[in-house]
């Protein structure tokens, strides 16, 4: 099970935008109080981030999980945790693929027919690779 801080800093190393790198403690401060967020100081989210502090209130909770998009319950939820891991992973994947980006950007101009038929094609074009994919052990 990973410690609050540990989970912490998973979000502070892999949610923001795809342009710059991580936000430092006191961008988050800054943002959380423009945005009508309790006060926490960058002295406390480091405090938070290192372990020295490791029982926010529940408010504090709130405002983290809120300004990096995940549920409260992913702090101390370990099944919660996982499903919020995989999918900044599937997210990262997607991020760091510029041709899937093309695809998603051309995607969300069409109907939701032709939205139907792109997933169609894709998943056929998976079903084909898996069938012909050499198995495990298999070296011809």
Known sequence: MDTF?????????VVHPQDRGPYSNQEVAKLLHERGGPTL?????????????DNPTRRHLEALAEFFGVPVAYFFD?????????????????????????????A????????????????????EASATAPMDGDDD
Do not use: C
């Open 78 to 106: 370990d099944g919660i945790a996982l499903q919020v891991e995989s999918a900044i992973a599937l997210w990262q994947g997607l991020r760091n693929n510029q041709q899937v980006q093309k695809i998603a950007m051309r």
């Open 5 to 13: 801080s540990e989970r912490l800093n998973r979000l502070f190393e």
């Open 108 to 127: 969300a101009h069409l109907t939701p027919e032709g939205q139907a038929a792109v997933l169609g094609v894709v998943e056929q074009i998976l079903r």
């Open 41 to 53: 100081s960058h002295v406390y989210l480091w405090q938070l981030r290192t372990g020295r502090r």
